[in-house]
């Protein structure tokens, strides 16, 4: 191949002729997507090979956002992990801090107390929404709507207001740990979420307005990135990508934790298995999750948030000046950390993206021996090129959108 | 010939200079980043472009999809030795004058992540103007450290670089 | 139905079931589980017990698969232990096509060759990265810290190595 054989065009983006021939008698070009294309969603780069504006073959490359995360926690104290893991799906950083946090609680086999399990709840739909918020801002933004971002992270901002009053962060809260909660949700928490409960519905219906019935959406969505229910399930989808397809599948129904089996919501589902039904699965995901917010805030029980035990968790302020084991727990826990008892153990949570799943293992010393994050993005990107095969180069970029892939949580 | 050799022939003078005050005004006014996003911060960048933080009243609006068209690079997020060459290739392909502002712990130190993957700093590939402390920054850090920027642009003329 | 014989030793994990098969023939047991109706590779990784003394292991690398049923609501984990420079095993991509990417990366990250995988390529790191990351001798890099005791530990390998 000589070197006029391959041209860049600007945006990342290089175009090589293979020297095959197409079915409509050109040639297959090889494009080379991103890894920083403004519609990619991230650092994603695509290998695609085109006949004309067909999609023939495509592969992903990834990798351009590893972080080591995983090799970090190993080099981190039990509870000092905590703040890595916000920070793999730094969409739905709570959610994360979860499925490690019941991880090792199952380990050391801790129960939480029931208002700890409450505000998980609260704080796993609070990022829910804002996750799905964003997807839907952002493919928006990418299918012609611009206006939804603005729409979309107006709420958002409500949301991360909330996520800053109950932990005092944004977006990276550390809020759920090993053992219970950061703190106590203030009375301005929950006065904010009183009225974030009432006003999102009428949010809902006014995204839908703008995006369920538009004909530009519906045309760059429906029929594009079809994925059959039998397909999704082998290549092993989770989420909305799997809901999408018309597969009941959710792990708060199927295998409930944190006490999502005491709460009325229903698993959404659309049997369109395209890019339009993975859109309807989200809206009514996020009016399920309001529904689910209703019911903890209304039930929110009151007692203790965190675990009663000296080892695990330090002592609240005052004691330390009245008792000299506090003082003496307090230093150990913060020079040393707490053991975790040996073995491993999986947790999964569903995530706005599928199952983010927690596997860790633990030599019985004060550091894991190693934790692995199954991340929903990671196998949620596999089923990329048989979604995207003969479609033009433009529903691509839908396809990629409404897989709702973040890059942080494929490359970890 | 290009202005900066044009500036650099005739010297300082009143000509230069108060044409250097219109072209730092001019530039320090229309910085357009590159839409180059990375990580978690650059959700945060995204959200400063939105309605409730508005970066349209700093001239910052215009996210460019090419570097070409572009004078401002956001390294917004953790960079990994991954992507080093290439967002060093993307900084090559600014057209100059260019400044970088490394948005956030990860992309000026690495953050809390001191290991094999991650650039320890972005400064060690791309000289960087301004550094915005934060994980992330609050879409005010990124507003703030734009203004900073453009007090200095304002301040350099019509050669930026020297 | 899998064989017993396949069936080296089993457990409970924190409320997890697990079994262990060996390495040699994990695509077979892999594939009479896929028929029991584990139909589901929810992820696929590697654990390294380098210096591990929390008990006896049999080898350093231990390969776990974690399957679900999705009818059943049953998960199962499958262990296997595999040694050599570098360990070999078989791939089960053909069986979980979500196991294509777990063994790429496993590959990649603690260097487990998989053979007859269709595209056995480094997933995370760069082509021409050396070393395998997560290996328990691989130091975890960065800089150093100053006035930070733990660095020391980060850089070097355990004593047993």
């Known amino acids: 191949m000589t070197d006029t054989d391959t041209a860049e065009i600007g945006m ?73 893991t916000d920070r793999h799906d730094y969409l739905s950083p709570p959610i ?17 107390p029931p208002r700890a399990n409450a505000l998980r709840v609260i704080m796993s739909e609070l990022t829910r929404l804002s996750s799905h918020l964003v997807w839907m801002g952002t ?51 929950l006065d904010l979420l009183e009225k974030f409960i009432v006003a999102m519905p009428g949010h809902v219906d006014e995204y839908e307005d703008l995006l369920t019935m538009n004909p530009i959406w519906r045309s760059r969505t429906i029929g594009i990135g079809r994925l059959s229910a039998e397909d999704a399930k082998v290549l092993g989808a989770s989420g909305p990508m799997l809901r999408g397809s018309g597969v009941a599948w959710d792990l708060r129904k199927q295998m409930p934790y944190s006490g999502y089996e005491g709460y009325e919501f229903e698993v959404a589902t659309s049997d369109m298995c395209d890019c339009y039904g993975r859109y309807l699965v989200r809206i009514k995901e996020m009016r399920e999750s309001v529904k689910i917010l209703r019911q903890a805030l209304d039930r929110l029980p009151d007692g203790p948030v965190n675990v009663d035990d000296r080892k695990m968790l330090p002592p609240p302020r005052e004691e330390l000046e009245t008792s000299m084991e ?83 949580d494929v490359d970890r | ?40 911060c650059a959700i945060e960048m995204i959200a400063t472009a939105t309605a409730g933080v508005d970066i349209a009243r700093f001239g910052s609006e215009a996210f460019r999809a090419s570097p070409r068209q572009s004078d401002l690079m956001i390294v917004s997020g953790r960079v990994s030795q991954k992507m080093a060459p290439i967002l060093r290739t993307i900084y090559d392909q600014m ?36 550094y915005i402390p934060g994980c992330p920054p609050r879409p005010e850090d990124l507003l703030n450290a734009l203004m900073i920027l453009q007090e200095r642009i304002k301040a350099q003329g019509i050669t930026p670089r020297q | 139905m899998i064989s017993e014989n396949l069936i080296v030793d089993r457990g409970v994990s924190a409320g997890d079931n697990w079994i262990t098969i060996a390495a040699e023939s994990a695509h077979e047991a892999l594939s009479s589980l896929k028929e029991e109706g584990y139909r589901l590779l929810v992820f696929l990784t590697c654990v390294d017990h380098l210096a591990d003394s929390s008990r006896e292991w049999p080898s350093r690398y231990e390969l776990v698969y974690q399957l679900r049923n999705m009818d059943s609501l049953e998960q199962l984990r499958v262990r296997a232990f595999v040694d050599g420079d570098p360990p070999h095993v078989d791939s089960v991509s053909d069986l979980f ?54 660095h020391e530990t980060w850089q070097t390998a355990p004593d047993k190595a």
């Not at chain 1, 990834?62 to 190993?74: A, C, F, P, V």
């Open chain 1, 12 to 84: 990342g983006v290089t175009v090589t002729k293979t020297g095959e021939t197409g079915a409509f008698g050109g040639e297959l070009l090889t494009i080379n997507f991103g890894p920083h294309h403004p519609s990619t969603h991230g650092v994603l780069r695509l290998i695609v090979d085109l006949d004309g504006e067909q999609v023939k073959r495509l592969k992903p490359v990834i990798g351009y956002l590893h972080t080591g995360i995983e090799k970090q926690m190993e080099a981190l104290r039990w509870q000092q992990g905590v703040t890595v």
């Open chain 1, 96 to 112: 994360n801090n979860l499925a490690y946090a019941l991880a090792v609680e199952k380990l050391m086999g801790v129960d939480v």
């Open chain 1, 139 to 189: 493919s928006g933004l990418e299918l012609g709507a611009m206006s939804m971002l603005m729409y979309c992270f107006r709420e958002r901002d409500t949301i991360l207001d909330m996520n800053e009053e109950i932990s005092g962060y944004r977006m990276h809260t550390s809020y759920i740990r090993p053992g219970g909660v950061m703190a106590d949700a203030t009375p301005r928490f």
């Open chain 1, 326 to 408: 506090a003082v003496i727990h307090h230093f150990k826990l913060f020079t040393e950390g707490y053991s975790v008892p040996p073995g491993d153990v999986y947790v999964a949570v569903e995530s706005g993206r599928g199952e983010n799943g927690c596997y860790v293992v633990s030599d019985g010393t004060h550091k894991p021996r190693r934790v692995k994050f199954r991340a929903a993005s990671f196998v949620n990107l596999q089923p990329l090129e048989r979604m995207a095969m003969n479609h033009m180069v433009a529903d691509m970029v839908a396809i990629i959108g409404t897989a709702d892939t973040v890059l942080g």
């Open chain 2, 1 to 40: 010939m290009g202005l900066e050799a044009l500036a650099e022939s005739m010297g300082q003078n009143i000509l230069t200079t108060s044409l250097g005050k219109l072209i730092g005004w001019g530039r320090g006014n229309s910085v357009w980043p590159a839409q180059f996003g990375l990580a978690c």
């Open chain 2, 95 to 130: 057209p100059e004058p260019k400044w970088v502002i490394s948005m956030g712990a990860c992309a000026s130190t690495g953050g809390v992540f001191n290991n094999y993957a991650l650039l320890q700093g972005v400064d060690k590939i791309v000289p960087v103007d301004v």
């Open chain 3, 97 to 150: 096509p979500p196991g294509n990417w777990d063994e790429r990366e496993t590959y990649d990250m603690f260097g487990i060759v998989f053979e007859n995988h269709p595209d056995l390529t480094r997933i995370l790191m760069p082509d021409d990265w050396v070393g395998h990351p997560l290996r328990r001798d691989y130091p975890v890099g960065g800089e150093v810290v100053e006035f930070s005791e733990e």
